[in-house]
C-alpha cells in the first residue's frame, strides 16, 4: 500500500487538478472522523474538501475547532451526537436545549454553518450493544426534534439516527423478506412512524465489505458495483451487488411499517485498505469506482431507482479506533492519517485514473524511526515489550494478508516499536524498552511496508480533546462491537 500511495502522490502533482475540469457527482459527502492519535489540523482538512470540490460532509460530534474551520464554507454538514450523551438528552428536554443552543444555534449566523442534519447517536441498536441505548434513543429524538423545531431550525435541518442495516434483516436473504429486526421491532416502528410524522430522513450505514468479511463463502463480486456478480432476482427485480440488495431490503421493512416514500441517507459506505486479505487499496479503488459511476448516473436501487443520497466512509484513516470489529477499522480512509491519497478515485464518476489532492501544509516529526537495536536485544526475551507496543500502538498493518504481513522477526519488531514511538511523538524514552530498541536516521520502510513518520497534530488542546477524551468515551461505547462505527 505505502509504495503505491507514494507513486500516487508522486504523479497527483500531474494529473490531479484535472478534478476542477468537470463537476463531481452529486449525493455524495464524505465521513469525517477524528479517533486518531495526531488528528489534522481542522483548517488543513476543510481545504482538502475545498480542493476535491466535497461540499458534503459528516461529523460524529460538534466540535468548535472544526465547527469554526467549517464556517463560511457553504459545505453541507451533518453534526453528530454520541451515544453517550442519549440518556442526558432524553433525561431532560432543557439538556437538549441547551445542546442545540450550543452545538447548532451558534453557528447558524451568515457566515455560519450550513447544517443540514443533525444525528442523534451513532448505530445505537446493534446487537452488541445488549439494548444499551434502546430507552434512550428515541427519547433523545424526539427531545433534539423539539429543540431545533422550537429554535426555528427545522425548516433548514432534519434530526436522523444512522443505524447499522444490522436493524433489519430478511429471513431468506431476499430483499423483499425484509423486516425490523425482532428485539428492536417496536422501537423502530415508534421511530419511523416519528420520522414519517415529521418528514425525518432514515439514516442507515451499509457496508459491503463486512459480507464479505463475515462470510468465507461470500461470493466475491457481488460486494461491488460494477454489474460482475451473480444476478440474484426477487419480485421481478434483478440484484447484481449486496448493496442494493441490502439497502431494498430496508425499503421493504419500511413498506411492512407502512411507509413508502421516507427518504434514506446511506450515512457510511466504503471500503478499507489494510488488515483483511480483502482490505486493499486495490480492492476500494474498485469498490470506489463502481460505486462513483453509480452516483454519477444518479441511479438508484432496483426498488428505489431513484437518486442516492451517500456519505462516504471514511475520509482519513483513523489509528486509534477499537479493533473489536476487525483490524481493518483503522484503514477506512480515502486518504491516510497525513492526507495523502491511497488510490486511484475520480470524483466526477466518469472512471477517469486520477489522484485525490492530497493534504497541503502538513508537518511532519523528524525523519527518524526507533528499530530493533540488534546489538543488544535478545529475540528470545522481547515478546513482552513487542505486545506492549502493539497495544499502545498500531500493529493492524501486520495482520495476515495486510501490507505488513511478510516482514521478518526483527522487522516485525521493529514496525511496532516504530509506531509506539511516533504514537509518542518520539520521546526517546519511548524508544528503549529495556535496550532492546534504538532511534535510527535511516528509513527503516520494508518495501510496500510503510514505516511511518508522524505528523505535527496542532494545538495539545485539540488533541487533547479529540484523542484522550473521545477515546475513552468511544472505546466505552465500542467494547463488544461486531461491525463499523
Known amino acids: 500500500m505505502a509504495g503505491r500511495a507514494a507513486m500516487l502522490v508522486n504523479v497527483g ?27 489534522l489540523n481542522p483548517n488543513i482538512v476543510v481545504q482538502m474538501l475545498k480542493d476535491n470540490k466535497i461540499n458534503k460532509v459528516k461529523l460524529f460530534d460538534a466540535d468548535s475547532w472544526t465547527m469554526n474551520a467549517l464556517a463560511g464554507t457553504g459545505m453541507e454538514v451533518m453534526v453528530g451526537i454520541p451515544n453517550n450523551l442519549l440518556e442526558y438528552l432524553a433525561d431532560d428536554y432543557d439538556n437538549a436545549k441547551d445542546w442545540v443552543k450550543e452545538n447548532v444555534t451558534q453557528y447558524i449566523r451568515k457566515g455560519g ?24 434513543t428515541f427519547p433523545a429524538l424526539k427531545n433534539i426534534h423539539k429543540a431545533l423545531k422550537e429554535a426555528g431550525h427545522t425548516n433548514i435541518m432534519k434530526a436522523t439516527i444512522p443505524q447499522n442495516a444490522e436493524v433489519y434483516q430478511s429471513a431468506n436473504d431476499k430483499p423483499s423478506e425484509g423486516d425490523f429486526r425482532k428485539d428492536v421491532k417496536q422501537t423502530m416502528l415508534d421511530i419511523v412512524n416519528f420520522f414519517h410524522e415529521n418528514d425525518l430522513p432514515f439514516t442507515v450505514n451499509i457496508y459491503p465489505f463486512l459480507s464479505l468479511y463475515l462470510n468465507e463463502h461470500f461470493p466475491v463480486e457481488f460486494a461491488f458495483l460494477d454489474g460482475d456478480g451473480q444476478t440474484m432476482t426477487d419480485k421481478g427485480k434483478n440484484y447484481d451487488n449486496v448493496f442494493d440488495a441490502n439497502y431494498d431490503t430496508l425499503v421493504y421493512a419500511l413498506k411492512k411499517a407502512g411507509i413508502h416514500d421516507m427518504k434514506i441517507i446511506v450515512g457510511e459506505v466504503g471500503w478499507p485498505t489494510d488488515g483483511h486479505k480483502y482490505a486493499s487499496p486495490k480492492l476500494a479503488e474498485k469498490f470506489y469506482a463502481g460505486l462513483m459511476k453509480r452516483l454519477a448516473k444518479d441511479g438508484g436501487t432496483p426498488t428505489r431507482p431513484e437518486r442516492l443520497e451517500v456519505y462516504l466512509f471514511g475520509f482519513l484513516d483513523e489509528d486509534m479506533k477499537s479493533i473489536l470489529p476487525g483490524p481493518f477499522e483503522r484503514h477506512w480512509g480515502i486518504f491516510r492519517y497525513d492526507g495523502t491519497p491511497k488510490f486511484m478515485l475520480d470524483f466526477t464518476g466518469q472512471g477517469r485514473q486520477m489522484v485525490p489532492v492530497a493534504a497541503k501544509g502538513v508537518q511532519y516529526l523528524e525523519k527518524q524511526w526507533c528499530v530493533v537495536n540488534k546489538d543488544t536485544v535478545n529475540l528470545d526475551e522481547v515478546g513482552p515489550d513487542l505486545d506492549y507496543a502493539c497495544y ?31 504514537i509518542q511523538d518520539q520521546d526517546v524514552r519511548a524508544c528503549d524498552f529495556k535496550g532492546a530498541a534504538m532511534i535510527t536516521k535511516v528509513n527503516a520502510s520494508v518495501g510496500s511496508c510503510l514505516f511511518p513518520v508522524q505528523i505535527v497534530s496542532g494545538s495539545d488542546d485539540f488533541r487533547i480533546n479529540f484523542v484522550f477524551g473521545r477515546f475513552v468515551v468511544f472505546g466505552l461505547v465500542l467494547l463488544g462491537l461486531l461491525t463499523v462505527i
Open 113 to 136: 454553518v450550513d447544517i443540514k442534519y443533525v444525528a442523534v447517536g451513532n448505530e445505537p441498536f446493534l446487537s452488541a450493544y445488549n439494548g444499551s441505548f434502546l430507552k434512550t
Open 392 to 422: 499502545h500502538g498500531d500493529c493492524t498493518a501486520m495482520e495476515a494478508g495486510s501490507t505488513c504481513s511478510k516482514l521478518t522477526k526483527v522487522q516485525n519488531i521493529s514496525y511496532a516499536f516504530n509506531m509506539y514511538f511516533q
Open 13 to 39: 502533482t500531474v494529473i490531479m487538478t484535472v478534478l476542477t475540469l468537470a463537476s463531481l457527482v452529486g449525493g455524495f459527502g464524505v465521513n469525517w472522523g477524528n479517533i486518531a492519535s495526531h488528528p
